[in-house]
């Protein structure tokens, strides 16, 4: 018997992160989406052991940095996109509004960390999320255009194919070829 | 998630070719370990051996003896133990119908291939950065499809 899923990838990480650490028994605050506060004092045996548990989930936690600061553009991001936020200003200024950080700073590290930039990162989130709402949630090109605020759906359409190559009518024949013979 | 090094595979009978890819993978961004294979015979028993550790992403020319890279491709879908990896199938010509049944099968990534250093440079660069988006950014891999 065959189930399609759909996964509210917030809730899921949310879930597994609390079940992981009541079974730990740890106390802890969620401040941020990605970000808990224990509040007990916890002996470093402990925590590798919690760190080793929930790397099989999928779950990191994040020591440098530099990386603190690119998961939290990411995350900036990914929420921007896949919650559909109406964001009335330029995503530079939205970022180093959010992130409270100096836009070129940001750029910089961003690029130098992921060898990527800021601006293809935010499409590629769109495309994918483009290529979700085709799929899962069988939505029209220009459903999802108007959805995402692009200024067409030939504009959309443009940069799903500059981005991937391939145009998305001929994605989702790909994908639904793809579920039939699987 | 975040590794230092993406572990890169190349199966490609021609000798020259696999001399290009090496030296475009040396000038990438991303820095990478690459193990190369002359034939998918040569691939099969290395990806079959469960001591090696599984590629992110495998390059795989279209266009060889022994077993081609369609075969190969059919058998690597066909187990899950490869579910994580990516593949990139290259060839110097196909046809639109093929290009698409590539896909279909499973391949990740079309790769028409140039003729010149600089272009397989640039062309490598944006599958090896884009693959990297996806291993480090946790996208889901079977959405993730590049024609270049």
């Given at each position: 018997?065959?189930?399609?899923?759909?996964?509210?990838?917030?809730?899921?990480?949310?879930?597994?992160?609390?079940?992981?650490?009541?079974?730990?028994?740890?106390?802890?605050?969620?401040?941020?989406?990605?970000?808990?506060?224990?509040?007990?004092?916890?002996?470093?045996?402990?925590?590798?052991?919690?760190?080793?548990?929930?790397?099989?989930?999928?779950?990191?936690?994040?020591?440098?940095?530099?990386?603190?600061?690119?998961?939290?553009?990411?995350?900036?991001?990914?929420?921007?996109?896949?919650?559909?936020?109406?964001?009335?200003?330029?995503?530079?200024?939205?970022?180093?509004?959010?992130?409270?950080?100096?836009?070129?700073?940001?750029?910089?590290?961003?690029?130098?960390?992921?060898?990527?930039?800021?601006?293809?990162?935010?499409?590629?989130?769109?495309?994918?999320?483009?290529?979700?709402?085709?799929t899962k949630e069988e939505l029209?090109?220009?459903?999802?255009?108007?959805?995402?605020?692009?200024?067409?759906v030939a504009h959309l359409s443009?940069?799903?194919?500059n981005t991937t190559g391939i145009?998305?009518?001929?994605?989702?024949?790909?994908?639904?070829?793809?579920?039939?013979?699987? | 998630?975040?590794?230092?090094?993406?572990?890169?595979?190349?199966?490609?009978?021609?000798?020259?070719?696999?001399?290009?890819?090496?030296?475009?993978?040396?000038?990438?961004?991303?820095?990478?370990?690459?193990?190369?294979?002359?034939?998918?015979?040569?691939?099969?028993?290395?990806?079959?051996?469960?001591?090696?550790?599984?590629?992110?992403?495998?390059?795989?020319?279209?266009?060889?003896?022994?077993?081609?890279?369609?075969?190969?491709?059919?058998?690597?879908?066909?187990?899950?133990?490869?579910?994580?990896?990516?593949?990139?199938?290259?060839?110097?010509?196909?046809?639109?119908?093929?290009?698409?049944?590539?896909?279909?099968?499973?391949?990740?990534?079309?790769?028409?291939?140039?003729?010149?250093?600089?272009?397989?440079?640039?062309?490598?660069?944006?599958?090896?950065?884009?693959?990297?988006?996806?291993?480090?950014?946790?996208?889901?891999?079977?959405?993730?499809?590049?024609?270049?």
């Amino acid at each position: 018997m065959k189930l399609l899923l759909k996964f509210d990838f917030t809730k899921v990480c949310n879930a597994v992160l609390e079940q992981r650490l009541e079974a730990h028994q740890l106390k802890y605050q969620q401040t941020a989406f990605g970000e808990i506060e224990l509040l007990d004092k916890v002996s470093e045996e402990k925590l590798d052991t919690f760190y080793n548990d929930i790397n099989d989930f999928g779950i990191d936690v994040v020591k440098d940095p530099k990386k603190i600061v690119i998961q939290k553009i990411k995350d900036v991001i990914v929420d921007m996109v896949f919650n559909e936020k109406d964001i009335n200003v330029k995503t530079s200024v939205y970022l180093a509004e959010k992130l409270n950080e100096n836009y070129s700073y940001l750029s910089n590290l961003f690029s130098e960390v992921t060898y990527t930039s800021i601006e293809n990162f935010i499409i590629l989130q769109k495309i994918e999320y483009t290529k979700i709402l085709l799929t899962k949630e069988e939505l029209s090109l220009t459903e999802i255009a108007f959805k995402l605020n692009y200024s067409s759906v030939a504009h959309l359409s443009r940069q799903f194919k500059n981005t991937t190559g391939i145009t998305p009518s001929a994605f989702q024949r790909i994908i639904a070829k793809r579920k039939q013979i699987n | 998630m975040n590794s230092d090094y993406i572990n890169l595979a190349l199966a490609d009978d021609d000798e020259d070719d696999r001399l290009f890819f090496t030296e475009a993978f040396e000038e990438l961004k991303v820095r990478s370990n690459v193990s190369l294979f002359k034939d998918g015979i040569e691939l099969m028993n290395y990806l079959d051996d469960s001591n090696n550790a599984i590629p992110n992403l495998l390059f795989l020319d279209l266009n060889m003896p022994k077993k081609s890279g369609l075969e190969c491709l059919k058998e690597i879908k066909a187990s899950q133990r490869f579910k994580d990896m990516a593949i990139a199938i290259y060839s110097t010509s196909a046809s639109e119908e093929d290009i698409e049944n590539t896909f279909v099968i499973g391949a990740n990534v079309y790769i028409k291939k140039p003729n010149d250093f600089e272009k397989l440079k640039k062309v490598l660069s944006e599958v090896v950065t884009t693959n990297w988006q996806y291993h480090t950014s946790g996208l889901n891999k079977e959405n993730f499809l590049l024609r270049l």
